[in-house]
């Protein structure tokens, strides 16, 4: 998610406070940025950092990063915010690996081939990690990477859009009304404008009802959104339901599973469960490398079932880079290192390594949701023992009369340093208050202790 940032008008600008808090304590005798100069004994140090205009001179690197610093250390501690599922952590080796790739343009295939050759095995371990079909000769699923599985699902509400126009030109018939159904947890449909068809939640059901998706599909559906780990409470949405009940009415509506947060958890902790590409209404399937994939932002990657339901004329194929190139993207400038970085994890930790630690990661979670249910009174939203993501989604309870509530606990908690959030439900449920904490990588039992 981007956030926008506001351009300070001359009014805002102008105010006393404003010009206060820009003024310059320094005077003629202040040292200047001589080679003996300390930072904290310099006139940076009694000047304001540039917030608005890029300054005039030029300023000594040391003072520039220690004032950066600095200013950066007013930051919350990454390891401490339990609200994020992005990775904090990642090994030595993979930060030296992703450090060297920081100036490679990935979008360059002509200039950093084995880069994008990179790129191509992690699709291909992705997709076998979802059952990507390839036992027949002319099955070959396709896959890109991208910033995030924001851009990925984004992607693939385009490829499912096109595809339903075509058909829809093919056969005469108006293409100006397509629909997406999915849960209101879901925004990726307003960017392209597409009607958002919503289940919503109850107060005892927090993701969406396979039976209530299938009944609002019609002629203009292009897909219906499945999720597998929901924000609020971590649960996977009944996929195989969706596609069972799709192919009993004969209906051939694809679905999309946004596996953000589930894609790189349910194949290690839940095998069996049938969520992918072993469905055949499954079309795409799009995951977060810097979730449970264990990297660092920013990276995401999207596989689709086979090339049909991608279609060609949303591939650029390009040139003037020195070679012919096919790309599918958003973004089109974009580092290499993320992707280096999740090919380190895939092979330094094999699916063995990824499967003991979300195993780790689910027992830490089942021990957590124990210690808040059974001896501070907690109610466990979430599901337990691998059936949902590694984290904890709780509540108070309600019959027990508190002066305080969700909210509450939580800014408390940030006064001592622990970003836990607070929030309200999806819509038609949004007067129940919870807090989650995911359970990440470097999240052990000691921490949880501590916490």
Same mark, same amino acid.
């Given at each position: ?23 310059? /304590? ?6 200047? =940025? ?35 610093? =600095? ?14 599922? !992005? ?35 992690? !699709?291909?371990?992705? @997709? ?64 392209? =404008?597409?009607?958002?068809?919503? !289940? ?8 969406? =009802? ?40 004969? /209906? ?20 069996? /469960? ?23 932002? @920013? ?71 124990? !210690?808040?249910?059974?001896? /501070? ?75």
């Amino acid at each position: 998610m981007v956030h926008l940032s506001t351009i300070r008008n001359d009014a805002e600008t102008d105010t006393p406070m404003a010009k206060l808090m820009r003024m310059s /304590l320094a005077d003629d005798d202040t040292p200047g =940025d001589t080679f003996c100069s300390s930072v904290y004994g310099s006139r940076y140090a009694l000047e304001a950092l540039p917030t608005i205009e890029m300054p005039e001179e030029e300023m000594p690197k040391d003072i520039a990063y220690r004032l950066i610093k =600095d200013d950066l250390s007013l930051d919350g501690n990454p390891m401490l915010n339990l609200a994020s599922f !992005v990775t904090t952590y990642m090994e030595d080796e993979a930060e030296k690996l992703m450090h060297d790739g920081l100036s490679k343009n990935f979008i360059d295939y002509e200039e950093y081939p084995q880069s994008a050759e990179i790129q191509n095995r992690c !699709v291909n371990m992705i @997709g076998k990690l979802f059952h990507a079909p390839t036992h027949e000769e002319e099955e070959h699923s396709i896959g890109t990477s991208t910033v995030g599985s924001s851009e990925a699902i984004m992607l693939a509400t385009l490829a499912m859009k096109k595809k339903w126009a075509n058909e829809r030109k093919a056969a005469g018939k108006p293409f100006d009304k397509p629909n997406l159904v999915m849960n209101a947890a879901v925004q990726a449909a307003r960017y392209f =404008d597409v009607e958002e068809r919503f !289940v919503y939640c109850t107060q005892d059901r927090y993701v969406i =009802d396979p039976v209530q998706a299938v009944d609002l599909v019609d002629e203009n559906t292009i897909g219906i959104c499945a999720i597998l780990g929901t924000t609020y409470t971590g649960e996977y949405e009944d996929v195989k339901a969706i596609n069972d009940l799709l192919v009993e009415k004969g /209906l051939e509506t694809p679905i999309h599973v946004d596996a953000a947060s589930g894609g790189f958890v349910a194949p290690f902790v839940k095998p069996d /469960l049938e969520w992918d590409f072993r469905l055949p209404r499954v079309v795409s399937i799009n995951v977060s490398g810097h979730k449970y994939g264990l990297v660092y932002p @920013g990276v995401g990657w999207i596989v689709w079932r086979s090339p049909e339901y991608l279609p060609k004329e949303l591939v650029f194929n390009i040139n003037y880079l020195g070679a012919d190139q096919a790309s599918f993207t958003l973004n089109f400038s974009k580092g290499a290192s993320q992707v280096i970085g999740q090919y380190y994890q895939m092979i330094r930790l094999g699916k063995k390594g990824y499967r003991n630690i979300m195993t780790n990661l689910t027992r830490i979670a089942d021990y957590f949701s124990t !210690v808040l249910s059974k001896r /501070l009174g907690f109610i466990i939203m979430s599901k337990g023992g691998g059936e949902g993501l590694p984290l904890v989604a709780f509540r108070l309870d309600a019959s027990k009369k508190k002066h305080y509530d969700e909210f509450a606990i939580a800014h408390h908690l940030r006064e001592r340093g622990w970003i836990i959030p607070a929030y309200t439900m999806a819509p038609h449920s949004e007067q129940l208050k919870l807090m989650r904490v995911v359970i990440r990588e470097d999240f052990t039992k000691p921490r949880c202790d501590q916490l």
